[in-house]
């Protein structure tokens, strides 16, 4: 497989998902660059926006299993990862499995649990296993995560440490409709569509799970120039010293760029990265990541702004 394969792919996947998804190309495109570079994703939006709608699309496009976990306060780790439950006949424990189990889990309102059930999920999305008891499981792949939390409402609610927000690759925003979207939306909703039945809809698979890993495997064989790479460390360090930042990206903030940018150039057909690659996948790989200082909030500033400020003081390579 090749990057015009991967493209024809793509292609194929937005029009099946564009059955079901009105004025969400954006988003539903860094789904698809994270599943295809082993990332997970935190999407970010107000209920009703299609967050969950379309974590299911993405899993059925790719025939994969398919776990929604409402995550609330009183969620406890185990209730995620599973437990040992003693069999009687046998006189041994055995693994009864949680929901982790899967290849596309949707943490529906993580941030509604408390860090020690949300750390539950570090393992996972690191090393795609999980230990219980002295005992290793490996995730079935392609395992990818993908968490909603709503913006707005903060009671009761638990911020997600930095350990476990940097194990995101992306933090994608989902918006309100443009008017002309929600028209559509509507439309489609009076001729009888229904969110909850994807296959009256008429939505097809298009490749099978399996599949994922050999894209993967072509995606590293794209191309990145030394003065690509040069340009991903430099953004890197400009955020790490930028006046507006406490902390800037880690190490695995750059690897994820570079992942990402090596994936969204194949989705474009393309066996190389240019430095407008970067610039792309830049903004929902660091949003999650910086930290402001309060004189950068009282000022205005929110993170996209920042990471405006950051890319235009960065000289791009020729």
């Known amino acids: 497989m090749n990057p ?7 292609k194929r996947l937005r029009a099946e998902a564009d059955k079901v998804l009105v004025g969400l190309q954006e988003p539903f495109e860094f789904l698809v660059v994270a599943l295809f570079s082993g990332g997970h994703v935190l999407l970010e939006g107000v209920p009703g926006t299609a967050k969950t709608l379309m974590a299911k699309t993405l899993a059925h496009l790719v025939q994969a299993k398919f776990t929604r976990v409402q995550f609330t306060p009183d969620l406890m780790p185990s209730d995620i990862l599973g437990t040992s439950v003693f069999d009687i006949t046998s006189s041994k424990f055995h693994l009864k499995r949680g929901p982790i189990f899967t290849q596309l889990l949707l943490a529906d309102e993580i941030n509604r649990t408390p860090a020690k059930t949300q750390s539950a999920l570090l393992e996972a999305m690191e090393e795609r296993q999980i230990n219980l008891e002295g005992e290793r499981y490996p995730l079935e792949a392609p395992f990818m995560v993908i968490a909603t939390q709503n913006p707005i409402e903060y009671e009761g609610t638990y911020p997600l440490p930095e350990a476990q927000l940097d194990r995101f690759m992306f933090k994608v925003l989902v918006p309100y409709s443009a008017l002309d979207v ?18 009256s809809a008429g939505l097809q698979a298009i490749l099978p799970a399996e599949a994922v890993a050999q894209i993967r495997q072509a995606v590293t064989q794209v191309v ?27 190490p695995r903030a750059s690897t994820h760029v570079l992942l990402a940018a090596k994936t969204y150039a194949a989705l474009q057909g393309r066996d190389y990265v240019t430095p407008d690659d ?36 960065v000289e791009v390579p020729r």
């Open 278 to 313: 970067v610039k792309a996948v830049v903004p929902p790989v660091y949003r999650h990541r910086l930290l402001l200082k309060p004189e950068a909030e009282i000022e205005g500033l929110d993170a996209d702004a920042v990471i405006g400020r950051l890319m235009g003081q």
């Open 224 to 250: 990145v120039e030394e003065g690509v790479l040069n340009y991903i460390a430099r953004i890197s360090a400009a955020s790490r010293q930028s006046p507006d930042v406490v902390l800037g990206a880690s």
């Open 182 to 199: 929600e028209v559509e939306i509507l439309r489609r909703y009076h001729h009888g569509f229904d969110a909850h039945d994807l296959v």
């Open 4 to 10: 015009s394969d991967i493209q024809i792919v793509y």
